[in-house]
């Protein structure tokens, strides 16, 4: 990366860690930010910890993980959006675009509605994975997979997906698990705890960093794939690769939050206009503003209308779709 890159993801870092300490302070508790961050670093067996056994409780069990939780599902899945947009050529390309979120959502309510909610990550981790083999399947009956064949075998999968989903909950859903449905659906955080962080981070861990890692490459395609075939990469190889491990991390990432939009969708949009082109630059700068962009819409979700609660997948959709016609009609303007 360039100096000024670099001086941007060190401001971002700085940024994101103090979001992290300030959203876990706000609440009704009313605590300061200094005695969380002392409270988080006691937990780590550095100093003493200022906060009663009440207060210590809220912060470490409560509010810590939900903040961890949004900020690895927003850095996630802000990544995978821009990787999208790249690798089918695609601006409306974003993380759910091959299917993933309905299957995810398909197996999410099925395990929601049975009662056993228990299962629910992992089966809306199987669902998401499941809807990427048959997107991949359909597309490959159609011919040679292509982008462009894999993007269309993915709408038809999406829509079989809410179909079915929709047909579930007609069919099964009585009384509150309407709420619980709903609430997934929509997106949220809400019931996160450690479980929760250790797999969105632990995916972005593993597959995220390796994802940013190929941002050079990624800038190949750019130019279409003759020339990056002719610049030595090895174009359907590093696709399918890029392809598969992003649905994979998507897969994750929903599994413990539900369907966020527009995280994906718009943010790279966003940060191209200050970062350029240049995915080398773009993919680490655009997972630090995706974690710190969904830390502060959970936080504005769980705090604007309180006592009450709104999935955050509804503030970022209030926030998301101006912006991203903000930036359309930007776009037009300087076309």
């Known amino acids: 990366m360039s100096a000024r890159a670099v001086v941007a993801a060190v401001v971002l870092s700085a940024l994101l860690l103090a979001s992290l300490a300030a959203a ?13 961050a002392r409270a988080v670093l006691a937990h780590l067996g550095i100093g003493t910890n200022p906060l009663g056994p009440i207060d210590d409780g809220i912060v470490w069990e409560l509010r810590l993980p939900r903040v961890l939780t949004a900020a690895a599902v ?8 821009a990787i999208m947009q790249a690798l089918t050529a695609n601006q409306l390309a974003d993380p759910y675009l091959l299917g993933l979120s309905s299957g995810a959502s398909l197996g999410a309510v099925s395990v929601l509605l049975l009662g056993v909610s228990l299962l629910l990550p992992l089966a809306a981790f199987l669902g998401a994975i499941a809807a990427l083999a048959i997107t991949l399947a359909l597309a490959g009956a159609l011919g040679r ?9 993915g709408v038809a999968v999406s829509a079989l997906g809410t179909a079915l989903t929709s047909f579930v909950i007609f069919w099964t859903a009585r009384g509150d698990a309407y709420q619980d449905v709903l609430n997934w659906l929509l997106g949220s955080v809400a019931g996160a705890r450690w479980p929760q962080v250790a797999v969105a981070v632990g995916g972005f861990v593993v597959l995220g960093i390796p ?12 130019f279409g794939d003759r020339m990056a075939a002719s610049l030595g990469v090895n174009v359907t190889a590093v696709r399918w690769t890029l392809l598969g491990a992003s649905a994979v991390l998507t897969g994750i990432l929903v599994s413990v939050s539900g369907s966020i939009g527009f995280v994906g969708l718009v943010l790279p949009h966003a940060v191209r206009l200050i970062a350029g082109p240049r995915h080398g630059r773009l993919l680490p700068l655009v997972a630090l503003v995706g974690a710190i962009y969904l830390v502060w819409a959970d936080t504005a979700a769980r705090t604007l209308l309180a006592p009450r609660e709104l999935p955050v ?7 998301g779709a101006p912006v991203f016609a903000l930036l359309l009609a930007r776009r037009r303007g300087g076309a």
């Open 24 to 36: 876990t302070a706000i609440g009704s508790s009313g605590l300061a930010v200094g005695d969380v």
């Open 74 to 81: 927003g850095a996630g899945l802000a990544l995978v959006g």
């Open 145 to 153: 997979i292509t982008p462009s064949r894999t993007v269309l075998a």
């Open 211 to 222: 994802l940013i890692a190929n941002g050079r490459v990624l800038d190949a395609f750019a």
């Open 313 to 319: 997948g509804i503030v970022t959709a209030l926030v």
